[in-house]
């Protein structure tokens, strides 16, 4: 991933070839080297490995995908399911947030509305770092839970 995707506290997944392939962190910092011209991230892991700190290379990071089941852990529910596309609904603070998602999973749209007229709508919601770049945006400040 590009170094100017990501923010402190996002959530990604480490790919190969690294050791830790497969393990879920998040982003706790950033430094580029400049020997290599590379950005690294140091990255809180949990998963198998159990919890560490570790130097990661920007090209070993990918993000995860928002599935329905983390929309469940993290208190979504199923509104509305039509024949092309299921909605997803929670009240979080003031916001009502919503994400319309088609029925093979491609995330359509995330439309947040504070009860007060201001809307904010995102046409590409496909990864857990952008619900939470989503949710800064609008100064919720609900963790995102993915494991």
């Known amino acids: 991933m590009r170094a100017e995707e990501l923010m402190i506290n996002d ?32 990255v809180f ?10 130097e990661v290379c920007s090209d ?3 993000p995860i995908p928002l599935t329905p089941e983390i929309l469940k852990k ?3 529910r199923i509104v509305f399911e039509g ?30 509305c504070d009860g007060l007229g201001n809307n904010v709508t995102i046409i590409e919601c496909r990864f857990v770092h952008q619900l939470q770049h989503a949710f800064i945006l609008c100064g919720i ?3 995102i839970i993915t494991v």
């Open 11 to 42: 959530w990604i997944v480490i790919a190969e070839p690294d050791r830790y392939a497969g393990a879920t962190g998040q982003i706790k910092s950033l430094s580029y080297h400049q020997e290599s011209d590379a950005a690294y991230f140091f």
């Open 45 to 54: 892991i949990q998963g198998k490995f159990g919890y560490l700190l570790k």
């Open 60 to 62: 070993d990071i990918r």
């Open 74 to 76: 993290n208190g979504f």
């Open 83 to 112: 024949e092309l596309h299921v909605c997803y609904f929670q009240d979080i603070g003031r916001f009502h947030v919503e994400i319309k998602v088609d029925k093979v999973g491609i995330f359509q749209k995330l439309s947040m």
């Open 141 to 143: 400040k609900n963790q």
